[in-house]
């Protein structure tokens, strides 16, 4: 599957629904929870066990350039190509005085 901005994405193996901000600039499957997300299937149900991704974080590959906003909490942990996303951070807001 084509992984491009705007998909909405989801897997049977967890709740996690994201968005994709950018898409990847290389190929490769993202997934989450052990399982490939796709647009066509309804998101399942979470597992007893796994790393709890957030609503409304977003999380990054910087080697491909993805970039995928969490619009549903679900459990993963979500990898792309094999290498897991990790938290965004903030960029840090300049000194005012």
């Known amino acids: ?43 399942g149900q979470d597992p007893a066990e796994g790393v ?9 590959h910087p080697e491909s350039g993805l970039e995928v906003l969490c619009v549903k909490p679900g459990v993963g942990p979500m990898t792309f190509a094999g290498e897991e996303l990790s938290l965004k951070s903030a960029k840090p807001l300049p000194a005012s005085d």
């Open 1 to 43: 599957m084509t992984i491009s901005t705007g998909n909405h994405l989801r897997t049977p193996a967890s709740a996690l629904e994201v968005v994709v901000v950018k898409a990847p600039d290389t190929g490769g499957e993202l997934h989450a929870a052990g399982a490939p997300m796709t647009t066509d299937i309804a998101a």
């Open 52 to 60: 709890p991704l957030q609503m409304g974080k977003r999380y990054v």
